[in-house]
Every structure is written in structure tokens, then in C-alpha cells.
């Protein structure tokens, strides 16, 4: 029963493809199908495995014409069963199809009676040699031909004889003109010579030239070759997603023809129409590829006399000395005449803040004047891309530049959703002839969402990199004998990464951390609510909002960046944080010395830090006092982008309890985004030495008892100051202070006093520390 319950899913499954093929004249999930091929056994289930892989053949013979693979896939079908009739019938078909080129190598010279006598010899022996490369190769194609049996060519019987007798008929006259050439040579050698022998070979060349083409013909239905020159609104609606950009582009193209139609009818417009445009979107939406298409629209309606799309960007058009620029500019635009210059992020032309010795503005000043000006205007156009919000800003900043480019010549090309994602991974499987599995696919997803972070994002490119790396993972990790489906289909683990795997579990470096047990409870209980939020999620049910945005009170060495490297990984492993990473850093990094260039810088390491953790130290220097500080304008950037990021972003405020006390209050934004407070108490006597022998165990080293008890009494008597620090600066001095005392003694080799720490070792160690020479 159950036997039977297996062979109906099997035959609905067959007949489901078999459907498919016949509907769609493809099979949409080519890797459902490879995968489930893969699971049949050469005996059990031959004759299904062979069909199967027979309708996976012809899928991909209709997607992308016949190749070598179709050509392999149908011989491992014929392996696995030598009865399969669709397998039989397409070989029979390539078979015939593939000896359309048997007559390319005949090919005679001119023959003319006019030639002198050294001329007419050359002429014979070129013809004599030709005749016999072709008999040679053409009567080995004809015995190859005879040999086929009926059942080779089941269906094409009448094709393969008409090509017996034509070859047949080829192989007669191409006798006769060798004989003929042979006489002709030697008359022209002799004393008496006759154009008997010339006339003979005219006709016979001539007969081979009518069979050519009656040879010819028998293979022009067949092909189903793409027109060179496809319609570039065909171009357009084939590509993946991008709606918005379809339809945005098929009005435009409909409005210029609509403006040529008036114009050819001898209507006037008296505002010229700008084919400048600018292109707006994110890296990998496929600007590049609009800006071709659009040179090509340009060019079918007579816009423009080429189709050619010149690209350039600031290193090639920004000089390095006076008059470079203007030169660079120049060349670029000359190239680009008739046709298109395509500047890919423009934005970057203009910087702020640039010094005198860049030259930003003058490429822009220069590309202007090109473009309106009496020698090159209206002979090129030009498009610039970039991301959109830095465009904007370039646009605005630059009022002769914007009034070349009107608004409704603006395109924004959106993200790629997930799902037109997971196509263009597909299809570049495919262009590689591969296919992907359902694990596979679940894996690219997976991929897409970790890498999908921040506006860097690039959504089609990054696709089409995983794919190449799963082609790599798949290639180097095979060895030995291969089956078919390892040169075929990539699976689930061709895609994971390894490298996003963790080395530890940070659930286990919390727990090693040395005292913060107060901090190490926080932390737990707020990972464990996160937990739970996320299986509320997972089920459908409504999540509390998560506050993860903390601030980390406690004197400098207490483990606060330690602590929030381990928070982030914790993140991570639930799912809330993509990368997990831990983005330090300081007032330095986020204000600078002049009006707007703050707000630049702290959206700078912001998108450094999505996905991941900002920790930022000693945060409250954010607000040092003094007229033209711009601390102010960071927290106020930072308010706002943590709003813009929501759980993308993670920030840790870490400082002294009174001081970031004052700093959240400065802000009410910045107070009401941080609900979560872990102090961090200064370390015990006996924490720091247990950090110590930590840290020294790290390089093999031991603390001996006496020293242990000096280190323990000086830090109970003793107010040093530095917490882990202080630890770990004490190992390196008493490490230096014993390596000296030993080699001052002659020690030669190790002994095992070289790994113990003496007293006297800290003695000198605590010596140096307090007299601040470290």
C-alpha cells in the first residue's frame, strides 16, 4: 500500500512537469526538478529518472536554444535508459543539425583565364589541395551518415537522406573538378594549352556552389536565433522587477515619439526638449543598465546618431594641476558626441569643504558650458547617477546644473524586493548553467537578509556574488568521481558561510567574564525578553517593543567595550542585529570644525555601525562647552537616525554616571530612546587578581603565592586606579621586570622559573606604575 501511495506522487509529480512543459514550453522550477531527479535510484526508478531529465533538457533547450548541456543532459538519459523516446528524437535532431557546417571549408579562389601563366598555376594547385581536404572530410561525414540506423533517426528520416544525397552529389563533382584542376595544371605546365580543362572546372565549381546552398537551406527553419538588434522597450520589460522604472520609461519613450511624429508633420515646439536625465537609486538597481537602454531609445527615434553610452567618474575628469580638468572634461565629452556621457556618482564632482587644490567644481563648471555652449551643445546628452539623497544635494548646490536637468527627467530606481532578489539569483545560476535547489533558494534569502543592512546595499550585484561564491564553494570542494547533478544544480550548503559562523558562543564569554555579576544578570534577562519577543513574532502574536539602545555608567577598565562586544554577538545570534558588530568611537569621529560637516561625519559612522553596535566612549565630550562647538548638531543627527535605523542600529553610551546624566538630558529625544542602565562597579582586590591570573595563563605564565599575596595587600592598601586595565598593565610590567631579572643571571634557556612571577617582579612592576613611566 505504501509502495503504491509512492508511485501515484511520483506519477503526479510527472505529470504535473510534464504539464508545465507542454503549457509553457518550460519548467519555471528547474532546481524542484533537478532535486527531485537527484533522489531517484538508477534501478528502482530508471525510466522515470530518464524522462524527467529529458523534460529538464528540453526546458532549458527552449529557455536558451540547443547547447552542449542539453546535448549532455540527453546522453545521460540515453545512459540511464537507452529506450527513452524524447532523448532518442532530440539526439537524432542534433545529430542531423550539427553537420550544417560540412561545406564551410570549400571555398575556391578566383579563376580567371586572364591571369598570367605563374598566376593560373598557383591558382590550380590552391584548387587541387582544396578538393582533396574536402573529399577526405566530406566521404568520413557521409560513412558516418550511412552508418546511422533507423532508430537514430527516428523522425528524421527524410532529413538525414536528403543530406546522403546532396553530400553524395558534393562528393561526385568535387571528384570531377579534382580531376579537372590535375589536367589544368598540367596544360598550363605544358607547351600546348587548352581551355577545355578551365571550362570544366567553372561548371563544376558552380554545381558545388548549388548544392551549397540547396545544403544550406535544409538548415535555415531550424534556427531560432535572437534579432542582433532587439527593440530596446523588449530589453526593458524583460528585466527583473523595476515596475515603477518600466512604466516610467515606456511614457517617456511614447512622449518623445509622440514629439518626433509632430515634428516630421512640421510642428514647431519652441522650449527644446532636455534628454538629459538623472538616475537615482542605490548601488546594483541597475542604473547602468537604464542609462544603455535609454542611449538606445535616443538613438531608434533619431534623438541622437549613436547608441553608445560613454561612462566616466571623478577620477577621470577631476585633474591634479590648473587646466587638467578642463582638458579631461573635454575629451570625455568628444568621446561622448552623438551619443551618451553617463557620470556614475556625480555627487562625488563636489565635495564639501574642498580646498583650492581640488577641482571638483571646475569639471562641473566645464561640463555645463560644453553642454550649452555653441560648439558642443544638443550633440551628446548626458546622465548622471548616484545614490538619491547625495544627488539631491549635489543638484541643489549647483543652480546651472539643475536648470539643464528638469525634474521630470529625474528616474529613481528602487530596491530589489527579496523576491526579485531570489529571481536575479536564479537567473545568474542559470547563466552559468546552473540551478538552484528549495535549500538552496531558502539560503540566498537568508544571505540577501544579512547582507541587506544599509544603503551600501547592492541588491543585484551582491546577488550575483553569492551566486559566484556558491559556484566556487560547489567547484573547490568536490573531489574524486563526480555525478551529473554536482556540475548542475547548487544546493544549500554551496551558499552558507562560513565565515558568519561565530568562534565562540557569546552566551559563554558573558558567563567567563570575572565578576559584573549584576551587569551579566541584565544582560542575560534582556537577551531572554528579545527571545521571546522574537517567538511571539515567529507565531503571529503582537511583540512589546525592544529597547535596546543602553547606557554603560563606570569608571574607565571596568569591561563596559568588552561587555558591548559581547552584547552585539548576543544580538546577533537572535536575530535582531544582521552583522553584530561593534563600531567604536569617540568625539573625533563624529564633529568637525565647520558648519555642516558634522551632521556628515556622524551619518558617516553611523552607516558604519548599522547592523551592529555604536559604542560610543566618553560620550558626553559630545557636548564640551564653547561658541562654535558642534557636539550639539551629533546629538541631534544621532536622535534622528537612530529613529530613521529602528532596530538596525544599536547604540551604547558609555561614561561617568554624573556626566552622561547631564548628557541625556540635554536632548529629550536622546533621554527617551535609552531605557536600559547597566553600571559597572569598580573591580575587587580579589577580581583583579583573578583577572590577572587570567591574563597571564593566556601566555603560559603562573603567579607564585608570594606574589599573589603582595599584589592582593597593595591593592587593598593602595589606590591605584584603572580597573582591567591596571590589571593587565601589571602582568606586561612584571613579564618585562622577570625577563630582565633572568637574563641579568645568565639564564640561557627555558627553565621552569621562566614561567613563574615573582614578588620581586610586581615590586618593580608597582614601582614603574607609580611612578607613571608605562
Known amino acids: 500500500m505504501k509502495q503504491q501511495r509512492k508511485l501515484s506522487e511520483e506519477n503526479q509529480l510527472l505529470h504535473k512537469w510534464e504539464h508545465e512543459l507542454t503549457l509553457n514550453g518550460y519548467i519555471r522550477d528547474e532546481g524542484a526538478l533537478l532535486t527531485y531527479i537527484k533522489t531517484l535510484s538508477d534501478e528502482q526508478n530508471r525510466k522515470e529518472k530518464a524522462e524527467l531529465l529529458a523534460l529538464a533538457a528540453l526546458s532549458r533547450s527552449y529557455q536558451n536554444g540547443h547547447d552542449t548541456v542539453v546535448t549532455s543532459w540527453m546522453e545521460e538519459v540515453l545512459n540511464i535508459d537507452p529506450e527513452n523516446q524524447r532523448a532518442i528524437l532530440y539526439i537524432a535532431a542534433h545529430r542531423w543539425k550539427g553537420m550544417e557546417e560540412v561545406f564551410n571549408k570549400l571555398s575556391f579562389p578566383p579563376l580567371r583565364e586572364t591571369d598570367n601563366r605563374a598566376a593560373k598555376k598557383k591558382t590550380a594547385e590552391q584548387f587541387v589541395s582544396i578538393c582533396r581536404q574536402f573529399l577526405d572530410y566530406s566521404e568520413k561525414q557521409l560513412d558516418e551518415l550511412q552508418g546511422i540506423n533507423h532508430r537514430e533517426t527516428s523522425g528524421y528520416e527524410e532529413q538525414y537522406q536528403k543530406l546522403k544525397n546532396l553530400l553524395d552529389d558534393a562528393i561526385k563533382e568535387a571528384t570531377s573538378l579534382l580531376k579537372a584542376a590535375e589536367e589544368y595544371e598540367e596544360s598550363i605546365s605544358g607547351v600546348f594549352h587548352t581551355s577545355v580543362h578551365y571550362e570544366e572546372m567553372k561548371l563544376r565549381v558552380k554545381h558545388l556552389e548549388e548544392i551549397k546552398v540547396l ?23 524583460k528585466l527583473i522587477g523595476l515596475s515603477s522604472v518600466k512604466e516610467r520609461v515606456n511614457r517617456y519613450y511614447q512622449f518623445l515619439k509622440f514629439q518626433k511624429k509632430r515634428k516630421d508633420l512640421g510642428f514647431q515646439s519652441k522650449d527644446a526638449l532636455s534628454f538629459n536625465m538623472i538616475l537615482t537609486g542605490n548601488p546594483g538597481t541597475g542604473k547602468t543598465t537604464i542609462a544603455r537602454l535609454l542611449a ?233 525578553f528579545v527571545h521571546m519577543q522574537q517567538l511571539r513574532r515567529d507565531k503571529g502574536l503582537p511583540a512589546v517593543p525592544i529597547q535596546l539602545h543602553s547606557v554603560f555608567t563606570g569608571n574607565p577598565g571596568t569591561g563596559k567595550t568588552t561587555v558591548a562586544k559581547i552584547y552585539a554577538e548576543l544580538l546577533k545570534e537572535c536575530g535582531i542585529l544582521k552583522r553584530g558588530h561593534l563600531m567604536i568611537g569617540s568625539r573625533a569621529d563624529f564633529v568637525a570644525g565647520y558648519v555642516g560637516q558634522t551632521a556628515i561625519k556622524t551619518k558617516k559612522k553611523i552607516r558604519e555601525a548599522l547592523g551592529g553596535v555604536l559604542f560610543i566612549d566618553e560620550a558626553y565630550s559630545l557636548l564640551a562647552q564653547g561658541n562654535g562647538d558642534f557636539g550639539k548638531e551629533v546629538i541631534d543627527t544621532l536622535v534622528d537616525e537612530m529613529t530613521r535605523h529602528n532596530e538596525n542600529l544599536v547604540v551604547i553610551l558609555a561614561g561617568y554616571p554624573q556626566e552622561m546624566n547631564q548628557l541625556l538630558e540635554s536632548n529629550p529625544g536622546l533621554r527617551s530612546r535609552f531605557k536600559k542602565f547597566f553600571h559597572f562597579p569598580d573591580y575587587t582586590a580579589t577580581e583583579l587578581l583573578e583577572i590577572m591570573e587570567d591574563y597571564a595563563g593566556n601566555y603560559q605564565y603562573q603567579l607564585t603565592t608570594e606574589a599573589k599575596d603582595f599584589i592582593y595587600t597593595s591593592l587593598e592598601t593602595t589606590s591605584l586606579g584603572g580597573n582591567g586595565r591596571l590589571a593587565a598593565n601589571l602582568i606586561n610590567e612584571a613579564i618585562q621586570a622577570q625577563a630582565f631579572r633572568l637574563m641579568e643571571d645568565g639564564m640561557s634557556d627555558l627553565t621552569e622559573e621562566a614561567f613563574r612571577l615573582d614578588k620581586q617582579d610586581f615590586e618593580q612592576a608597582l614601582l614603574k606604575i607609580n611612578k607613571g613611566d608605562y
Open 215 to 237: 545544403w544550406k537551406n535544409e538548415f535555415l527553419y531550424s534556427k531560432n536565433e535572437a534579432p542582433e538588434n532587439e527593440d530596446p522597450l523588449v530589453e526593458l520589460n
Open 296 to 528: 538606445k531609445i535616443y538613438y531608434q527615434l533619431g534623438v541622437l546618431p549613436r547608441a553608445e553610452v560613454i561612462e566616466a567618474d571623478r577620477s577621470q575628469l577631476v585633474g591634479a594641476y590648473v587646466g587638467q580638468t578642463e582638458e579631461n572634461v573635454r575629451k570625455m565629452v568628444e568621446r561622448a558626441l552623438g551619443g551618451v556621457l553617463f557620470i556614475d556618482e556625480a555627487y562625488s564632482l563636489k565635495r564639501e569643504g574642498q580646498s583650492g587644490n581640488d577641482y571638483g567644481q571646475t569639471a562641473i563648471d566645464t561640463l555645463v558650458s560644453l553642454m550649452t555652449g555653441s560648439e558642443y551643445g544638443d550633440q551628446f546628452a548626458v546622465i548622471l547617477a548616484g545614490y538619491p539623497e547625495e544627488m539631491r544635494q549635489f543638484l541643489d548646490s549647483n543652480p546651472g546644473l539643475r536648470s539643464r536637468f528638469p525634474q521630470s527627467n529625474l528616474i529613481h530606481l528602487p530596491d530589489y524586493t527579496d523576491e526579485e532578489l531570489l529571481q536575479i539569483g536564479e537567473k545568474a545560476a542559470a547563466d552559468n548553467d546552473f540551478a538552484l535547489s528549495e535549500g538552496a533558494k531558502t539560503e540566498l534569502l537568508g544571505r540577501i537578509e544579512q547582507e541587506r543592512v544599509d544603503d551600501t546595499f547592492g541588491n543585484a550585484r551582491t546577488v550575483r556574488n553569492i551566486v559566484q561564491e556558491a559556484i566556487f564553494n560547489k567547484g573547490s570542494q568536490q573531489e574524486g568521481e563526480l555525478d551529473f547533478f554536482s556540475y548542475s544544480l547548487l544546493e544549500k550548503e554551496d551558499f552558507i558561510n562560513e565565515e558568519q559562523q561565530p568562534t565562540k558562543d557569546a552566551q559563554e564569554q558573558l558567563n567567563k567574564l570575572i565578576g559584573l555579576e549584576n551587569v551579566k544578570n541584565e544582560v542575560r534577562s534582556l537577551i531572554s
